[in-house]
């Protein structure tokens, strides 16, 4: 796999491309590809992340755990899916969160793209999946690669607004300096916790608020 990614980010993120465990990521996706396996999302998709948000101009990120599993779902975004694909029911409570809190209409599909273009990095922790296979690819090696951009944000960019929902990303603040930047927690927009404190967080008005408070631009959050 030839890692094709945004050039600022291979700059900042040029050590980890050298480390042991992200030469045995690549060997791996190689060889569940030898094997017939399909692996979500296609190839020259997996850094779209990174492709879509340049490293200089992060503000926000919104870290989910793994990419969708179904066809045509995932394209290197997290929570997001392709245009024309139905937003799966995480998706779909975000966007109930998001109008209640901000009064954006629910938008007629998934594709966070317009988010990302803002300079919200929708980050998995895994940047690959098999297919019908949630977090098959959760031991593989990229938990050291996205821990290591978490790091690089948090130490690289001013007052960022970091979004974690659900136990599995909130452990991730140990990477983030909480006195510099912006952390929101609360349970995950899955319907098995949407109910337990996601509905009613208000992650995305209180994101703008501290944007513009540190004299950026708030985020246009209509998808």
Known sequence: MNVK???SWKEVLAPEFRQPYFK???EHLKTERTQGKTIYPAGQQIFHAFDAT???????VILGQD?????????GLSFSVQQG????????NIFKELHEDVG????????????????????N??????AHEPMSHGKIGWHHFTDAVIRTVSEGRPHVVFILWGKFAQQKEALIDTRKHLVLKSAHPSPLSASNGFFGSRPFSK??????????HPIDWAV
């Open 104 to 123: 954006a209409p629910i938008p007629r599909h998934g594709n966070l793209e317009h988010w990302a273009q803002q300079g919200v990095l929708l980050l």
């Open 5 to 7: 990614i945004e050039e």
């Open 125 to 130: 922790a895994s940047l690959t999946v098999r």
């Open 24 to 26: 045995q990521v690549v």
């Open 67 to 75: 990419p969708y599993h179904g066809p045509k779902q995932a394209h």
């Open 207 to 216: 994101t703008n608020e501290w944007l513009m408070k540190h004299g950026e």
């Open 54 to 60: 340049p490293f200089a101009e992060v503000k926000v």
């Open 85 to 92: 694909v139905p937003a799966p029911p995480s998706l779909v």
